[in-house]
């Protein structure tokens, strides 16, 4: 284990699967090595990013859920960010403490870019694992409870999302009041600046930028351009 890793209290869990738009991938890896802290790498190749584990695994939900496991498991740190290969964080994500150890805390400041148009929406309680900030143990917990319930249930990565699938959501707590995967607790926090969450071809998720995507109209929709985004330098970073 790096030392730096075992004098932090907090680090970055980063997971890929290696098939991102090289574009993206280095930006995003750049802005958030301006966090200064330490980063624990998963992916399904070898990667010279962070502390770097490789699984051998075919990309998936599954497998993203498996190599944040195995992130977890490796990391020294009391608190864990999430960091996807696709989100920009801006340095003040990474000021955040968790107040409390037992409940999960989302950063609901991000817009969502269409990438690469010059067109970013935003809405009130955006929660998405790339937001999440947490103790370690208690996402630990949650997903070796997850994958239990997963391999228990016999879903793969390649079968339809059954009903109860579909109810335990993505995200750790978000689900709860609708009956779906454990009780947890679950808090927001916005930072001074937004994430940038890059939406694209690629995503495990539908993009979901223009309100006809949306079953119900999310509260307080916002549209912008590149050059609107408070902190951000958007086309320089991406030479636009």
Request: charged residues 25%; aromatic residues 12%; hydrophobic residues 35%.
């Amino acid at each position: 284990m790096d030392v730096v890793q075992k004098m932090s209290n907090k680090s970055i869990l980063y997971y890929t699967e290696n098939r991102l738009d090289a574009t993206i991938m280095k930006a995003a890896q750049l802005q958030m090595l301006k966090s200064g802290l330490p980063i624990v790498s998963v992916s399904l190749k070898p990667l010279n990013f962070g502390e770097n584990f490789v699984i051998n695994l075919e990309p998936g939900v599954i497998t993203m859920f498996r190599q944040i496991l195995h992130g977890l498991e490796r990391s020294e740190a009391k608190v864990i960010f999430m960091g996807e290969h696709d989100v920009l964080y801006h340095p003040s994500h990474f000021d955040f403490t968790p107040p409390k150890d037992d409940t999960y805390y989302y950063n609901t400041n991000v817009w969502k870019w269409w990438y690469p148009k010059d067109y970013l929406i935003t809405y009130d309680f955006i929660l998405s694992v790339s937001g999440l900030c947490a103790s370690r143990e208690l996402l630990l917990d949650h997903y070796r409870q997850r994958l239990k319930a997963i391999e228990d249930n016999g879903w793969q990565d390649d079968s339809p999302n059954p009903y109860w699938v579909r109810k335990m959501g993505y995200e750790p707590g978000k689900k709860r009041i609708r009956g779906g995967f454990l009780d947890e607790k679950v808090e927001e926090w916005r930072p001074q600046y937004p994430n940038i969450d890059l939406r694209h071809r690629n995503t495990h998720t539908p993009l979901k930028v223009t309100l006809n995507r949306f079953r119900c109209t999310p509260t307080n929709w916002k549209e912008t351009t590149l050059e609107n985004v408070p902190g951000w330098g958007l086309k320089e970073i991406f030479n636009l």
